[in-house]
């Protein structure tokens, strides 16, 4: 399993509209797309702003380019991301998943 991991940062009074928002977007694409097995949207506290971490979970860097395209380590972004004023990574890391343990 691969890990597909990407950072963004935008103002704290965007924070739970951006994460709709990449809920309806990011996550939702992914989740059409065969070969994706799951994903998470964190967020930490950084002040002013609200950094989110995306990692979504993959059978194969195959699966991850038909999401994606052949350049699998640009990032994807989507029209609306304008709106919550946000600084997004344009790359993303690509992890081998070792072990997954969830309670």
Avoid at 17 to 46: M, N, S, Y
Wanted: proline share 3%; net charge negative; charged share 30%.
């Amino acid at each position: 399993m691969i890990a597909r991991e990407w950072k963004a940062r935008c103002p704290q009074r965007h924070v739970a509209g951006f994460a709709e928002h990449l809920r309806r977007t990011g996550v939702h694409d992914a989740a059409g797309t065969p070969g994706f097995r799951g994903a998470q949207i964190l967020v930490r506290d950084i002040g002013e702003c609200g950094e989110f971490t995306l990692i979504t979970y993959w059978d194969s860097i195959g699966a991850i380019e038909a999401f994606a395209g052949e350049d699998t380590d640009v990032a994807r972004l989507y029209e609306g991301d304008e709106r919550y004023e946000l600084e997004p990574d344009h790359f993303v890391l690509h992890y081998e998943v070792v072990e997954n343990f969830a309670v």
